[in-house]
């Protein structure tokens, strides 16, 4: 009876036994551990797909950004500050910049403009200046001859606004 006793043991303690009902908990285990890695992979995957897609768009709405300042500065200088250049335009107002005529010109057309999804806008404010000739925002003496240049470009993805906003000083250089 002993011999038999000392034969069960060895069944139930040995890797060589019958363990079925173990080697089914450890597939289970093993299946859980594969799903909770493949959605963790595929959640990963699905973020960098967003994140790849917005640096995409903050890249062609700042190159727009850009491109709308340069096209400023080229208005302003192709017009003259107190005629019909950026002295006559009203602050706080939305522009946007627009070619006519050949060779090629500049206008500032009031209102915003889309460009393949992307709203940009021009927004001019008057500078003022203290007594050491320093730009401040609040007090001090009107400059005639600067404006301040904001250039917004927005676009909506995935139902989010977002926007690239870029700001300068343009001075009447010749007077």
Known sequence: MAKQLKALQFMLYSPF???KGVSLIEILIVIAIISLTLTNLLGLTSF???TTSLIRQTHLANNLAQETMEEVRNFRDGTSWDIDGLGTLTTSTDYYPQKYDTPFKWQLISGTE???GFVRK???EDVRRDGN???IIVGG???PSTKKNTVTVSW???GKTHQIALTT????WRQ
């Open 133 to 135: 000739d320093d730009i």
């Open 156 to 158: 909506e993805e995935r």
């Open 141 to 143: 003496d009107l400059d």
């Open 48 to 50: 960098s797909l967003r």
């Open 122 to 124: 021009v927004v001019f």
């Open 169 to 172: 000083y343009l001075t009447n």
């Open 114 to 116: 889309t460009i393949n």
């Open 17 to 19: 036994g019958n363990n």
